[in-house]
């Protein structure tokens, strides 16, 4: 079904033959002479068949030694319960039914440990800099041996073989090998899971991830900046995680390899939610996490085609994944009872503080984390759309969560400016979602998401201008941030009035409503929308100093202005789309 080349992986020397005790003794530690012989598998109880272990040739693949590891293929959500319940500290099952699991020490994404091999095949098409920062071949393969020698001093391995991607077409095989029951249905989860005819047919996977993120890279090996390394490389097709038992890494990089391989297939990968009413029309929502994509995208009255990654093609949108992975602080069924209800068994809560006698889960507590999540097949959603397609985009809102408190909670924006605000994607980076961020912090994300980006921003800007032009898609960016002031002064948009704004985008009030010219950016403000009090449609008023605020404005519009230049935007009409001092 895939429309990738089952990739060709050169055999290294000695690839497979270094043992644990060289890899420990870089980091001065040594394997104990004194362990016990291990169990063959035949001593284990397994839901697959050694014909089916074997056909997928773990050991010629990739070094994985059946002979000593029970490896368990796509077990079913109750194997995994019991496995990580019985083996994994820190375990539990909700009141609701889901499976609790720690993260350990890293409860969000390392950006900063992130690397791509550069090589020859895919050299010439990445956007290196900071976001994609190059890794030595060489440096690949020690980090590869390192975790392959890792997982298979495992008593038992998980091997999850699922899709990416619901068009067909455009599907990519992903497979996932693992040794924590709690990675295992978070990516049975999060990825489109197969039939047992399509399972049967697998074949070799387009894109393997080796995760072994309870072993720590070796911090002297050369270009490491701690013991955590997540590094793709796309000639092998490969991904070798270390260092961090964070399982949105694993989603995360499925993510980057959706953002480099279906560009150059011409379907344009969004970090986006998308949902579709009852008359067809379908939403595009971009933003990063914390701004809304999720919880906005789960509306009772529309259909939810996804929560996080889409690609438009020429038939229209798809999902990429099969899950949600939902914040989960200060969750209540009265916000978000989609969101809520769909905590059940099957489901993972990550890092979340619970009653030891009741197991009922407290939301509100973050001493663990405030990037407590929560992840979920998409059917579990009671209004989900599966399979997870839809028609072209009538909406595209672009959600900013503004850490000033200037922007208004919605504006009108021309299709000149949907390119402006695209390529800019200012939000602000919230509270937990990445390693060392307490506060939120203003920002600027290409395409609402460069950490996940693989190719220049302009590349999916155009492919996203042209797509809106042929389509004839409206354009409207929504702040989900503060109003009345900035951080720490002012206070967010309630949602319940965020609510109201989509809705009336969706009705068409929004379209029809009157509107004023917003000072310095220059988009078209809407003054009226059912729900919501006029004040708040309108930031200079709600603040209580009016000189305050335009002096934020203009220090956010320098922000703008200084973030565009990086791109080099050669069309002057986008140029000019943007805010002026």
């Not at 039914?97 to 895919?122: N, Q, W, Y």
């Not at 000639?235 to 953002?259: C, D, N, P, Q």
Request: proline letters at 6%; charged letters at 20%; hydrophobic letters at 35%.
């Amino acid at each position: 079904m895939a429309t990738v080349a089952a990739p060709q992986r050169p055999v290294l020397e000695k690839e497979f033959g270094t043992s644990l005790s060289k890899s420990l003794a870089s980091t001065g530690e040594s394997a104990s002479p004194a362990q016990a012989p291990r169990a063959s598998k035949s001593a284990h109880l397994r839901t697959a068949s050694v014909e089916d272990i074997d056909h997928i040739e773990l050991s010629s693949y990739c070094g994985i030694n059946t002979e000593v590891t029970d490896v368990w293929r796509n077990p079913a959500p109750p194997v995994l319960y019991e496995h990580a319940l019985r083996y994994e500290k820190g375990s539990a099952i909700s009141s609701t039914g889901a499976l609790i699991c720690s993260s350990g020490a890293r409860t969000g994404r390392s950006p900063r440990d992130k690397r791509i091999v550069k090589e020859s095949s895919s050299e010439n098409d990445i956007w290196w800099g900071k976001v994609n920062i190059p890794m030595e071949e060489h440096i690949f393969n020690v980090n590869r041996e390192r975790a392959i020698d890792y997982l298979n001093t495992r008593d038992r391995l998980y091997v999850i073989d699922a899709f990416a991607g619901w068009n067909p077409k455009y599907r990519v095989k992903i497979r996932v090998v693992c040794s924590r029951a709690y990675h295992a249905l978070f990516m049975r989860n999060m990825l489109i899971r197969p039939t047992q005819e399509e399972l049967a047919q697998f074949g070799n996977p387009d894109f393997t991830i080796y995760n072994a993120g309870q072993f720590p890279a070796n911090r002297f090996t050369n270009g490491m900046t701690s013991s955590t390394s997540v590094s793709i490389n796309f000639k092998r097709r490969e991904m070798v995680i270390l260092g961090t038992e964070y399982a949105g890494e694993m989603k995360k990089g499925v993510f980057s390899v959706m953002h480099y391989l279906m560009p150059k297939q011409g379907a344009l990968s969004l970090h986006s939610s998308a949902n579709m009413g009852k008359d067809g029309n379908v939403t595009l929502f971009f933003g990063l996490s914390g701004t809304g994509k999720t919880t906005l995208s789960a509306d009772p009255s529309r259909q939810l085609i996804g929560d996080d990654e889409h690609c438009w093609d020429e038939a229209g949108v798809f999902n990429i994944e099969g899950g949600c992975y939902a914040k989960a602080i200060d969750l209540t069924r009265e916000q978000e009872p989609e969101i809520f209800d769909a905590i059940r068994f099957g489901s993972v809560l990550e890092n979340v503080v619970f009653d030891d006698s009741s197991r009922e889960v407290d939301y509100k507590d973050v001493s663990l984390t405030q990037n407590t999540r929560a992840c979920y097949p998409i059917e579990y959603i009671a209004n989900a759309r599966v399979p997870c397609v839809g028609t072209h985009p009538t909406n595209i809102i672009m959600l900013s969560c503004d850490a000033f408190g200037v922007l208004p909670p919605v504006a009108k924006l021309t299709p000149e400016m949907a390119m402006y605000y695209f390529i800019s994607g200012y939000t602000a980076k919230v509270a937990g979602t990445e390693m060392g961020v307490t506060e939120p912090e203003a920002t600027f994300s290409a395409c609402f998401g460069d950490p996940f980006l693989v190719l220049h921003p302009t590349k999916y800007a155009q492919m996203l201008a042209e797509k809106m032009r042929n389509h004839k898609a409206d354009a409207w960016l929504i702040n989900t941030g503060w109003i009345g002031g900035g951080y720490g002064v002012g206070s967010r948009i309630k949602l319940r009035y965020t609510r109201a704004i989509i809705d009336a985008i969706h009705n068409g009030e929004l379209s029809k409503a009157p509107t004023v010219k917003s000072p310095v950016f220059g988009f078209e403000v809407p003054t009226k929308c059912t729900g919501v009090p006029d004040e708040v449609l309108q930031p200079r008023v709600s603040w209580p100093d009016e000189k305050s605020y335009d002096a934020a404005l203009e220090k956010l519009a320098k922000l703008f202005i200084t973030n565009i230049t990086k791109f080099d935007v050669q069309d002057k009409e986008i140029i000019n789309a943007g805010p002026s001092v």
